[in-house]
């Protein structure tokens, strides 16, 4: 075999590893999903419950970087919407994605690419990484509002059910998925 078939060959290699690896995060995000959403709470004034899937959205993404942790979570909904028991409490079909859950659904395909857009896996400040997935979360408030107001949720209505209850909880996890990034890509000076 020759040098350029023997690197050829090994580009080969390369390129199918890497995607090979690409799939398997994007597999990995998506299951970390499924299994964070049977950890929920309902709130008896809101018909959004309080869940873990948050957190792994927004350390998904940053983590992975726009590309994979959208993907991840289309993939998430997409098995959701074929029926698959991945949704929040074991729940699955269309009529969950058309409920009032489904904004906040949509928000984490945004929330996950602008997040891993503005980190995509590099050391970055405690600081700017509790801005980035802030924003990440509001992303995910503010589309999860916006779907409840299509619901015919009045303006008020949506705030109060839809973005309200959940400040204080997604503060939490903000901070957690934080630190965790952190942790696990290192600190700059």
């Given amino acids: 075999m020759s040098q350029n078939s023997e690197r050829a060959v090994a580009r080969s290699y390369a390129s199918w590893l890497t995607a090979a690896t690409h799939i398997l995060i994007v597999l990995g995000l998506t299951m970390l999903m499924a299994v964070s959403a049977h950890a929920r709470a309902y709130l008896p004034f809101t018909p959004v419950p309080v869940t873990f899937q948050t957190m792994i959205v927004l350390l998904g993404g940053a983590l992975a970087g726009a590309r994979r942790g959208a993907a991840a979570q289309g993939l998430y ?59 990440g979360d509001a992303i995910i408030l503010a589309a999860g509002a916006t779907y409840l107001l299509v619901l015919g949720f009045t303006l008020v209505q949506a705030f109060a059910l839809g973005v309200l209850p959940f400040l204080l909880w997604d503060a939490v996890k903000v901070a957690v998925a934080a630190t965790s990034y952190r942790l696990l890509v290192g600190r700059i000076s």
């Fill in 77 to 135: 909904l997409g098995l959701g919407a074929l029926g698959a028991p991945v949704l929040a409490g074991g729940a699955a079909g269309l009529a969950i994605l058309a409920g009032p859950t489904g904004g906040y659904l949509v928000g984490f395909v945004l929330a996950a690419a602008v997040v891993g857009a503005l980190l995509g896996g590099k050391p970055a400040s405690l600081a700017r990484i509790c801005l980035v997935m802030a924003l």
